[in-house]
């Protein structure tokens, strides 16, 4: 059973947005809030050249990376094609309006996922304590 860290509330996403979370280690973590309300999280690092995906553009449940216009995907982290490459996803719990990250995860170092294959840690403590920092703005 896993231990959840509370990081923010829904509303504090904005729709088509990011927020980004800073670990002690093993990168940020950027949270998106989908047009419908769908939340997924995602290491803040393209896999092709580590531009911040918390800063792109948010589309059905795609980022488009604000360095060179990479999208991935926010259920898996994976680029569309003919790009190729994956970012490391993270479990996201939501209860009411509060949005949660596993513990596990937001205190295991990590880097970019195997290009093609979906990214899943275990183990780690909550030592490495996590932080939230203010809303990327969305693109219009």
């Not at 996403?13 to 980004?20: E, M, Q, V």
């Not at 449940?61 to 982290?77: F, I, R």
């Not at 990250?101 to 294959?117: I, K, N, Q, R, T």
């Amino acid at each position: 059973m896993s231990d959840w860290k509370t990081i923010c509330r829904v509303g504090d996403i904005p729709r088509l947005g990011a927020r980004r979370v800073t670990r002690a280690n093993g990168g940020d973590i950027a949270v998106f809030r989908t047009a419908d309300d769908r939340i997924f999280a995602l290491l803040d690092r393209c896999p092709h050249k580590g531009g911040p995906l918390s800063q792109g553009i948010v589309f059905g449940e795609s980022v488009a990376c604000p360095l060179h216009n990479w999208t991935l995907g926010l259920g898996d982290g994976c680029a569309a094609a003919p790009d190729v490459g994956c970012v490391q996803r993270f479990n996201v719990r939501v209860e009411g309006d509060s949005v949660a990250l596993d513990l596990a995860e937001l205190a295991h170092p990590s880097g970019d996922a195997d290009p093609g294959m979906k990214s899943h840690l275990a183990g780690g403590n909550d030592s490495a304590g996590a932080s939230v920092e203010s809303p990327a703005r969305a693109a219009a």
